[in-house]
Structures are given as structure tokens and as C-alpha cells.
T-cell receptor, first 114, second 114 residues
Framework: DTAVSQTPKYLVTQMGNDKSIKCEQN?????MYWYKQDSKKFLKIMFS???????INETVPNRFSPKSPDKAHLNLHINSLELGDSAVYFC?????????????FGPGTRLTVT | AQSVTQPDIHITVSEGASLELRCNYS??????LFWYVQSPGQGLQLLLK??????LVQGIKGFEAEFKRSQSSFNLRKPSVHWSDAAEYFC????????????FGTGTRLQVTL
């Protein structure tokens, strides 16, 4: 009965490859997010979707493309992986984008690019 | 530009001792304020949040935080620390009116000695 789940938990790949990370929430939330946590533990928002519509798109390389097939899922596809993409990627969800809605985080996906 | 500062990168306390983790923010108007905890290898869990009202906020696991507008601070406290509280603690802010765009501080790593 995990609230926000991510797959895979670990991902090791070589530079230049394309990979995807999947996120699913069973909380009935309308809004989902992707965050990147770098090696110094700094967390930064990348994207946010509300009802499958992109509402936040921070300064992220075009190689990163989020896709939301439905409200419960938000996937992150990364093309042409680079060494600097190595990080922990967290998915989160909230009831809505407005006030009063806290974000619930998934366990993270540790991506290592070699 | 909005920013969140956690001045202490690493704090060590003895089990049973009191704890205070500092958080200062720079914002045009009082934002929404949050404290999250990240245990090793885990996602983030919300400890408490401040939107309005009483400036002393109670959270889970015996934590509390006090919002001080004059000091632009939102410090986290616990009267008696347990060994299981060892983790990374993040202060975060979001613009008033939306809790979507969280900006995180750099985190404070808490170590608890027995």
C-alpha cells in the first residue's frame, strides 16, 4: 500500500544511453513532481504536472522529458545520459497545486551514469 | 530571488539532549514553511508545516517549529532527541497561494551519540 512508488530504485547506465524512471501514486492526488537531489543532497524541483498538464518546468536540459499518461503516473525519460545526470531523482505528489497541500515523496531512484 | 538558508551543515547531539535546527528564508512575503526529514536511503517525510495562525507548530515524532516573522526564521526543535532521529533535515518554502514550487535549503545532517 505504498503511497508514492518509483521504479527502479537503482539505475546504473553508461553515458549516451536513454533511460526512463517511472512513478506511481495511489493517493488520488492531482499533482505530481520530479525533483533532483545531487551528491551534496541539494534538492531542486524539475517538473510538476497537474491533471496531466505541465505547470512547472524549471531550467532543465531538453534531454529530460516528463510524461504523464494519467493523474496517477508521472514518468521521466532522459536521453543521451551524461555523467552530471548522476543523482537521486525523487517523485512526489500532492492533492493539488494550491495552498494547503503538502507533498508526499517517493523513495527515490539513484541514477549512476558511468 | 527567494532563498532558504540552513546555516548548520552538520550537528551532533547526545541522545536525550535538546535540539534546535536553524532555518532562515528570504522572500518578498511570508511564504509557506515546511520541515522535511530524510532518513538514510529513504525519501522525504513531512515533519510539520506553517501556513498561517499560531506561530508555534507541532509536528510528528515530537518535533515543533516556531515561525518568527521579525527574524525570517522557522527553527525546528525537539526537547529530547532519540537515536532514531539521526537523519538529514530540510527546511523548505513555497510561495504563498501555492505549495507547488518548493525551494529547499541545503539540509542539516543530525548525528546522535549514545
Amino acid at each position: 500500500d505504498t503511497a508514492v512508488s518509483q521504479t527502479p530504485k537503482y539505475l546504473v547506465t553508461q553515458m549516451g544511453n536513454d533511460k526512463s524512471i517511472k512513478c506511481e501514486q495511489n493517493l488520488g492526488h492531482d499533482t505530481m513532481y520530479w525533483y533532483k537531489q545531487d551528491s551534496k543532497k541539494f534538492l531542486k524541483i524539475m517538473f510538476s504536472y497537474n491533471n496531466k498538464e505541465l505547470i512547472i518546468n524549471e531550467t532543465v536540459p531538453n534531454r529530460f522529458s516528463p510524461k504523464s499518461p494519467d493523474k496517477a503516473h508521472l514518468n521521466l525519460h532522459i536521453n543521451s545520459l551524461e555523467l552530471g545526470d548522476s543523482a537521486v531523482y525523487f517523485c512526489a505528489s500532492s492533492q493539488g497545486p494550491g495552498q494547503g497541500y503538502e507533498q508526499y515523496f517517493g523513495p527515490g531512484t539513484r541514477l549512476t551514469v558511468t | 530571488a527567494q532563498s532558504v538558508t540552513q546555516p548548520d551543515i552538520h550537528i551532533t547531539v547526545s541522545e536525550g539532549a535538546s535540539l534546535e535546527l536553524r532555518c532562515n528564508y528570504s522572500y518578498g512575503a511570508t511564504p509557506y514553511l515546511f520541515w522535511y526529514v530524510q532518513s538514510p536511503g529513504q525519501g522525504l517525510q513531512l515533519l510539520l508545516k506553517y501556513f498561517s495562525g499560531d506561530t508555534l507548530v507541532q509536528g510528528i515524532k515530537g518535533f515543533e517549529a516556531e515561525f518568527k516573522r521579525s527574524q525570517s526564521s522557522f527553527n525546528l526543535r525537539k526537547p529530547s532527541v532519540h537515536w532514531s532521529d539521526a537523519a538529514e533535515y530540510f527546511c523548505a518554502v513555497a510561495p504563498r497561494g501555492t505549495a507547488s514550487k518548493l525551494t529547499f535549503g541545503t539540509g542539516t545532517r543530525l548525528q546522535v551519540t549514545l
